[in-house]
């Protein structure tokens, strides 16, 4: 979903910088998108979150937009989940969204404007078995919304995340204990109302939105992208 996000904000006429750990995927994605080189590295480092904002800065002079992505997930009850897993889910989902959010809003509060979309997820609002990690973690990165939202509203910074269903992602066939099957992903597509898991792109177009002064009157929202899950 990042990878598609930053094709989304590059054909809108954005300049985008790309941060991740994932050295090959980001530069293949830089390349596709024709932004500067990625600046790679882990959100779960504060001192590098600074970097990757200052990066921006030094290259475009202003930082207008920034997107938290970065997620990974754990595929266990709280019995199962060791201190390392739980640990690690934490320091990527939760401190790296604020990480990198302290490190955007101060020059963005010096421009007077700016927008933060940070990634929850429909689990951060209810429940889900054999996940207890990722929830803990996706609700934390909601109350991180909510709070700097209105810690930021005078500043002109305005702060939403946008919260998927199902989407037809790696991470949605990660972790699980049984083979990845068509079968399986059906299943899976299955519990959605409008019956089929969403592309990234579907999820990107609503990120983009968040982005837009389309929504200026938005903030502090959390934005389920889950095709009905969530309204039953």
Same mark, same amino acid.
């Given at each position: 979903?990042?990878?598609?996000?930053?094709?989304?904000?590059?054909?809108?006429?954005?300049?985008?910088?790309? !941060?991740?750990?994932?050295?090959?995927?980001?530069?293949?994605?830089?390349?596709?998108?024709?932004?500067?080189?990625?600046?790679?590295?882990? !959100?779960?480092?504060?001192?590098?979150?600074?970097?990757?904002?200052?990066?921006?800065? %030094?290259? @475009?002079?202003?930082?207008?937009?920034?997107?938290?992505?970065?997620?990974?997930?754990?595929?266990?009850?709280?019995?199962?989940?060791?201190?390392?897993?739980?640990?690690?889910?934490?320091?990527?989902?939760?401190?790296?969204?604020?990480?990198?959010?302290?490190?955007?809003?101060?020059?963005?509060?010096?421009?007077?404007?700016?927008?933060?979309?940070?990634?929850?997820?429909?689990?951060?609002? !209810?429940?889900?078995?054999?996940?207890?990690? @990722?929830?803990?973690?996706?609700?934390?990165?909601?109350?991180?919304?909510?709070?700097?939202?209105?810690?930021? #509203?005078?500043?002109?910074?305005?702060?939403?995340?946008?919260?998927?269903?199902?989407?037809?992602?790696?991470?949605?066939?990660?972790?699980?204990? %049984?083979? !990845?099957?068509? %079968?399986?992903?059906?299943?899976?597509?299955?519990?959605?109302?409008?019956?089929?898991?969403?592309?990234? #792109?579907?999820?990107?177009? #609503?990120?983009?939105?968040?982005?837009?002064?389309?929504?200026? @009157?938005?903030?502090?929202?959390?934005?389920?992208?889950?095709?009905?899950?969530?309204?039953?």
């Amino acid at each position: 979903m990042g990878a598609v996000t930053a094709r989304e904000f590059r054909t809108a006429g954005g300049q985008v910088v790309i !941060v991740d750990r994932n050295e090959n995927l980001a530069v293949r994605v830089a390349n596709e998108i024709e932004v500067g080189p990625p600046v790679i590295g882990d !959100v779960s480092d504060s001192a590098f979150c600074n970097r990757a904002v200052e990066t921006a800065l %030094e290259r @475009y002079g202003r930082l207008d937009v920034l997107v938290n992505a970065a997620g990974v997930i754990v595929r266990a009850d709280a019995l199962n989940t060791s201190d390392e897993q739980w640990q690690r889910v934490m320091n990527v989902n939760v401190n790296g969204v604020f990480f990198m959010s302290r490190a955007a809003v101060g020059p963005m509060k010096k421009q007077g404007h700016g927008a933060i979309i940070n990634f929850g997820s429909i689990w951060g609002s !209810v429940g889900a078995a054999g996940v207890t990690a @990722y929830c803990a973690s996706k609700g934390a990165v909601h109350q991180i919304t909510r709070a700097m939202a209105l810690d930021h #509203v005078k500043d002109g910074i305005r702060i939403n995340a946008v919260c998927p269903g199902e989407v037809n992602t790696p991470m949605l066939a990660s972790e699980r204990s %049984e083979p !990845v099957t068509p %079968e399986l992903m059906q299943s899976l597509a299955d519990t959605v109302p409008l019956g089929r898991l969403a592309e990234p #792109v579907e999820i990107a177009r #609503v990120v983009l939105f968040l982005a837009s002064e389309a929504a200026s @009157y938005m903030t502090g929202a959390m934005v389920n992208v889950d095709a009905g899950f969530t309204a039953r």
